[in-house]
């Protein structure tokens, strides 16, 4: 049985919304008003994963959650007809944000791939940025001394892992098991995560994500990253809070100690038993640790 939001509509009851992209439609949520919160998500997950922080934030926040090309509820193009480049994720929000109106004052939170894409938006759009929330992610190139994990590493470059990701959901199953330490996702969960791709054709994105990753300067999106990585500074003064999950075997402490290094001012908080799927794990801490951040730190009156 194909996939239906209907199926989980008791735990994702939002209204959809589309932005046509060359004939593409790239689904997102428009949720409350007020100052603009963009949650951008990662591989291989979708909007589904910031359901408790919308929530929790449309009641005084204009809450803004896209879903990537290729992912939850946005078309799975074709690679012929998409590009699947940390430059194009990152044309989509821009374009996105600019059809909404949204241009000033934007508290970005960011997971995974969210990274990536929001602090590379944010160093093209930098005067737009007012805050940011950090969840196991990254915004630069490995840290010195890093490799990539292997089983990263064979699902990035083999033809055997492409096969298996493309034909069993394999990169989007296993995550619902070792993204979660602490507390394992629920069966429905689960099905939540993996349901958007059901099919050869529908797992597209949680492959071409994997094989973006930039490791090299040979590499399709290692440039843009490094320039991403240098503009990272002008962020400095910017209020930032950080929730990370110990566990995580991808964006281990070594990640987490480039950001506080990065930005020292950072409030920081650790969760040692959560996983990369830190937000399912503890959503009631973290939904409460945004809500006096975003209170501890306002942003400037008038329009966004």
Not at 94 to 107: D, F, K, P, Y
């Amino acid at each position: 049985m194909s996939f239906s939001v209907d199926q989980i509509r008791h735990l994702y009851d939002f209204q959809s919304h589309y932005l046509d992209r060359n004939g593409h439609k790239y689904h997102y949520l428009d949720e409350g008003y007020g100052k603009p919160v963009v949650m951008i998500h990662g591989n291989p997950s979708w909007s589904f994963m910031y359901r408790e922080l919308v929530v929790s934030l449309r009641g005084s926040y204009r809450v803004i959650v896209p879903d990537h090309m290729g992912c939850g509820l946005s078309d799975k193009p074709h690679s012929a007809d998409y590009e699947y480049r940390l430059a194009q994720r990152v044309s989509d929000l821009e374009s996105l944000l600019a059809q909404l109106g949204v241009t000033r004052n934007i508290t970005l939170i960011m997971h995974d791939w969210g990274g990536p894409i929001g602090m590379t938006y944010a160093t093209h759009h930098p005067s737009s940025i007012g805050r940011l929330i950090i969840l196991n992610t990254a915004a630069f190139l490995l840290p010195p001394g890093k490799t990539l994990p292997w089983s990263l590493r064979f699902c990035r470059d083999s033809r055997v892992a492409a096969f298996l990701i493309r034909r069993f959901n394999a990169f989007s199953v296993a995550a619902t098991y070792v993204g979660c330490r602490l507390r394992p996702m629920s069966t429905q969960v689960r099905r939540a995560y993996t349901g958007p791709y059901d099919s050869w054709k529908n797992r597209i994105a949680t492959l071409r994500f994997v094989q973006d990753i930039p490791l090299t300067p040979g590499d399709p999106s290692y440039a843009l990253l490094r320039k991403t990585q240098e503009g990272l500074y002008q962020f400095q003064k910017t209020p930032m809070l950080i929730c990370w999950g110990e566990q995580d075997f991808v964006f281990d402490h070594d990640f987490l100690q480039e950001w506080v290094k990065r930005f020292p001012k950072a409030e920081v908080h650790r969760f040692s038993q959560a996983g990369h799927y830190v937000l399912e794990e503890v959503p009631a801490a973290i939904v409460s640790l945004v809500g006096e951040f975003l209170a501890n730190h306002p942003l400037k009156q008038g329009a966004q």
